[in-house]
């Protein structure tokens, strides 16, 4: 094995100093290299065997504040980069990142002390609907049955056999008097607000529900009437539960 000494190390020390290895072409060379490495990568992921044609997913930034524009990268990178990792990639790399928002959902009592303690609810169209629903249908329940009352409602906008809204919903119906969903809807009777504690209440659960609220009450439920009638479709449907002077029914395959 040779011996280093003095006299041979100055001459590989001058090859390999600072000024040498970051020359204009070293730098050139290496960024090469790294796009070469990166234009391997992407076409290894695309074209491996059995490989998923799909989208890449890009985890969320530490910093939801910083962002890169697509195009000022390319621009820098060069447009062999661009091009080897092709543009819908590269793009989808270098886009600004917008974080996902937490989805809370509403932690729920069904007692009256519960409700009482939630701020006024306001609300768009949705909830106005609701709100008017739970005040007409079930404004004398207890919180519980309201909820109750409020999942079958919610349950049917979710259905594919029902409209898609919470008033298209509600307001299904013929146009004639008692032909309708809810009573309150067609009754022929205005629908005035006289009991504005009560409406501030059921706006509140309306809220709730709107915003996520579960719904565990009545197992899906898109049908309930009271004790006082017996509709002929309540014995052709499974009944799931029975709250306050409402039953409940859940339509097959709703």
Not at 36 to 48: K, T, V, W, Y
Not at 116 to 129: F, L, V
Not at 191 to 198: D, I, L, P, W
Request: a positive charge; proline letters at 6%; aromatic letters at 8%.
């Amino acid at each position: 094995m040779p011996t280093l000494n003095a006299a041979t190390a100055q001459p590989i020390a001058r090859q390999f100093t600072p000024a040498s290895l970051f020359t204009p072409a070293s730098l050139r060379r290496a960024f090469g290299a790294t796009v070469l490495c990166a234009q391997l990568l992407a076409g290894a992921i695309a074209f491996a065997p059995g490989a998923a044609q799909a989208d890449v997913t890009v985890s969320a930034s530490n910093d939801p504040n910083i962002s890169i524009d697509a195009g000022v990268a390319a621009e820098g990178l060069g447009n062999d980069m661009s091009r080897g990792l092709g543009t819908s990639l590269f793009r989808r790399i270098f886009q600004p990142l917008t974080p996902e928002a937490d989805v809370q959902v509403p932690v729920v009592a069904y007692t009256r002390a519960f409700i009482d303690a939630q701020p006024i609810a306001t609300g768009d169209a949705q909830w106005e609907c609701l709100t008017q629903a739970l005040y007409f249908e079930a404004r004398g329940e207890s919180v519980k049955g309201q909820f109750a009352v409020a999942e079958v409602i919610l349950n049917r906008a979710s259905s594919a056999k029902f409209p898609a809204t919470v008033c298209k919903v509600i307001n299904q119906g013929t146009g004639k008097k008692y032909q309708c969903q809810f009573t309150y809807t067609c009754d022929g009777l205005a629908e005035k607000v006289n009991e504005r504690a009560a409406w501030e209440r059921v706006g509140k659960v309306a809220r709730l529900m709107l915003d996520g609220a579960p719904r565990v009450l009545t197992d899906g439920a898109t049908h309930y009437h009271t004790r006082a009638v017996n509709p002929r479709w309540s014995r052709q449907f499974a009944q799931t539960a029975t709250i306050g002077v409402h039953l409940f029914y859940r339509m097959p395959q709703a």
